[in-house]
Each structure stands twice: as structure tokens, then as C-alpha cells.
């Protein structure tokens, strides 16, 4: 190892470090965070400028520290960085930039952990689905199938025995389990000019971070409503959810008695979860807010500052059905909806070379995330249920 390669790693590992000490400390500020982001892309920053260093040195035939110590002229180095890129592009067909970008590892970074809270408190924002006040969000760091256990005890019970008597159970509970992977879904690309890359204090990635959730929001969360599951794609809890036998006796809304029978169809042990909420469009919401009881008072009341229908918090999905025939309302314990987060699959690629792009000074990024879903119900559990529109 050169003299050149023993400093640059000294110094990564200590930038690496500091990052890690601010990134992992849970009492860290919003300053800290970013100062930690800012530290990861310089150390990233370092690797890729000697890997660029490397490869010029090769071009020129001369040594790392020849060409770092000043002993090559700028001329005779703008010389070799256009004589490798010709020589790559008439090899490959493709140009080559030098433009450092954060995290850079061939021509893609892995989000830091800072940018995975961000991007996931963003796409929160979107599908409600992906807040863990809500569901049980599971984050792995890796992506292998994932056993849950379930066991049914609705038939669970006790009873005294007397002394001396035998008596065996009545009925074994019965064991099963839920099976997680991670599908992996991918964000439209994003055009970005390299002078941002360049003269941006902030990186990139939290710069898009906003752009990402959106995209990953849309995908993710009308899957989560209406997904397969079945090995295709996440298990939807609209897909999932046990019928609650109620019908609106018209197609475009429901009445109190309606929404009334479908809280009770709920097992009482669910409904005191304090993840049980109902789940609707915004439009079915429209129609819920104008119900009045028998006295003439708004369904809805306030508690802590939220709408509650029966005392239950109320989440909006743009992805739940509004016509008629449909299961247009969800009720029931949503902390039994497992959605599951592979932490490492939160990836950014950078593609600097795109054609149509590179012309224009212009990079594409596009943003990762590996989800999958399922409802926990062993044995048909009623732990979620819809209301269906008349048709």
C-alpha cells in the first residue's frame, strides 16, 4: 500500500467514524444528522477522487504520487483525462465523467441511515400504511424471507379441575406462520444537472428525498390497499380484511346503523388496540363527516386534536374504492397489518452516462425500496374487516 492509499484510508476511517458517532447517537440534533450526511459524502468523496487519481496516473504512465506531488503539469493531466476518456469511448461507446456523487460505489450509493429515517417519515406522509403508528413496520437489514409465527387462541380457555382427575385439553391452539419477503419497487427517474451535484451543500439525496417518497408512496402505498399477495406482490389489507356482512343499503354512502354494525363486527379484543382505526377515501370521509346520531350531533368528535368515528382514529388512502359494489371502508386493528421495510434495499443509483442526458450536464437518479406485506389473521381472525357499497 502506497504512502498516498495508507493516509486516504486513515483519513475515510476517521471522517467514517465521526459520521457513524453522530448518525448512532439517539439524542442527535437535526444538525447533527446533517452534519453526519455531510461528513459520509466527503469520506465517499475521498475514495472516488483517488480512484480517479488511479486511473489518470495509468493514462499517463506515471505513479500516484508523481501525479498528487504536483510533478505533472495541469496540461499534461487534462491531456490524460481525454485521451481515457476517448480510448473508453472507443471501446464502449460511452463517455466518462469524474464527478464525485456521495456514497459513490460503481455508479450507485447506499443510503445512509440518516436519508432511510427521512425518506421513511416522508413516505409516511403519503400512505399511512408505512407510519409505524399505525401498522406494525417491521426494518430488517437484510432482504431474506422472514417466518413470522401465528397462533390461533379464540379457543382458548380454562376451567377448574378438581384433584386426582385427569384432564387433557379440550382443544391444541393452532400454530401457523406468516412468510415476509421483500419485492422491490423503483421510483421513476429523476433528472438532475451535475452543477447541483457540484455546488450543493446539501447532497443530492436529501435534496430528493422529498421526490423519492412521493414516487415510492404511490407505488408502495396502492399495493398495500389492494395488493395480490400470493407471491405477486404485497398481501393489500383491503385484499386481506374478513367481511363484516354489512351492505349500505344504497351505493354511494353509509348511514349510522351501518357504520355502527361494522365497529361491532370487530372482536372487542381488537377494537381496544390502540392501532384500531378505519381506513376510507377521501371522498367516503367527505360523506362520514356529514352523518349525524339521533340528537342531531356530528358522528364525528374530537379527541387530542384528531377526528374520531367511535372513538377511533380515521386514515385517508387515495387508493381505497369508491364505487359502488366496492369495499369502501376498513375497520379493525391495523397493528396486525405486518409491512415489512428492508433497510438496506433503501438504495439511490446515479447513472451520469444516460444518452439524451450526459449532452446536457445531466445526471438520472432513481430511487429503491424493498416492501412486503401481510395481514396477521391465523385461522380467519376478524382482526380487520371492510363495509361493502351497495351495487
Avoid at 74 to 98: S, V
Amino acid at each position: 500500500m502506497t504512502n498516498e492509499e495508507i493516509l486516504l484510508q486513515s483519513e475515510r476511517e476517521t471522517l467514517l467514524r465521526e459520521a457513524r458517532t453522530l448518525a448512532e447517537n439517539p439524542n442527535a440534533t437535526k444538525a447533527d444528522l446533517k452534519r453526519a450526511d455531510v461528513l459520509l459524502a466527503q469520506a465517499s468523496s475521498l475514495k472516488t477522487r483517488y480512484e480517479r487519481q488511479v486511473r489518470l496516473a495509468d493514462a499517463m504512465g506515471v505513479s500516484v504520487e508523481e501525479l498528487t506531488k504536483g510533478i505533472v503539469t495541469e496540461e499534461q493531466r487534462k491531456a490524460a483525462e481525454d485521451r481515457e476518456a476517448f480510448m473508453r469511448y472507443m471501446k464502449t461507446g460511452e463517455l466518462r465523467t469524474y464527478t464525485p456523487m456521495a456514497d459513490g460505489v460503481e455508479g450507485a450509493f447506499i443510503v445512509p441511515q440518516t436519508f432511510y429515517k427521512t425518506l421513511l417519515t416522508g413516505i409516511a406522509q403519503y400512505t399511512e400504511l408505512m407510519d409505524e403508528k399505525n401498522v406494525n413496520l417491521i426494518a430488517s437489514e437484510k432482504g431474506n424471507v422472514m417466518k413470522l409465527p401465528q397462533v390461533d387462541l379464540s379457543t382458548i380457555t380454562s376451567a377448574i379441575v378438581a384433584d386426582n382427575v385427569d384432564a387433557p385439553p379440550v382443544a391444541n391452539p393452532i400454530f401457523s406462520s406468516l412468510l415476509l419477503s421483500g419485492f422491490n419497487y423503483r421510483t421513476n427517474p429523476i433528472a438532475v444537472q451535475l452543477n447541483l451535484e457540484q455546488d450543493s451543500f446539501e447532497s443530492v439525496m436529501s435534496i430528493l428525498t422529498a421526490a423519492f417518497s412521493v414516487g415510492l408512496a404511490r407505488g408502495i402505498g396502492a399495493d398495500l390497499v389492494n395488493g395480490a399477495g400470493a407471491g405477486a406482490a404485497p398481501q393489500g389489507i383491503l385484499t386481506a380484511a374478513a367481511n363484516s356482512g354489512v351492505t349500505s343499503a344504497v351505493n354511494t354512502n353509509f348511514n349510522v346503523g351501518e357504520i355502527e354494525q361494522i365497529y361491532f363486527s370487530v372482536n372487542r379484543a381488537y377494537r381496544v388496540s390502540p392501532k384500531c382505526a378505519w381506513l376510507m377515501n377521501d371522498a367516503t370521509y367527505k360523506q362520514v363527516r356529514s352523518l349525524v346520531d339521533s340528537s342531531g350531533r356530528l358522528l364525528l368528535n374530537i379527541v387530542d386534536d384528531e377526528e374520531r368515528l367511535f372513538g377511533k382514529r380515521i386514515l385517508i388512502s387515495p387508493d381505497m374504492p369508491t364505487a359502488p359494489g366496492s369495499k369502501a371502508i376498513l375497520f379493525g386493528d391495523f397493528g396486525q397489518y405486518q409491512v415489512r421495510v428492508v433497510r438496506n434495499g433503501a438504495t439511490v443509483l446515479r447513472k451520469s452516462e444516460a444518452p439524451g442526458y450526459v449532452e446536457r450536464f445531466a445526471s438520472l437518479y432513481i430511487g429503491f425500496l424493498r416492501v412486503d406485506a401481510a395481514l396477521n389473521a391465523p385461522n380467519g381472525a376478524k382482526s380487520v374487516v371492510y363495509g361493502t357499497l351497495h351495487a
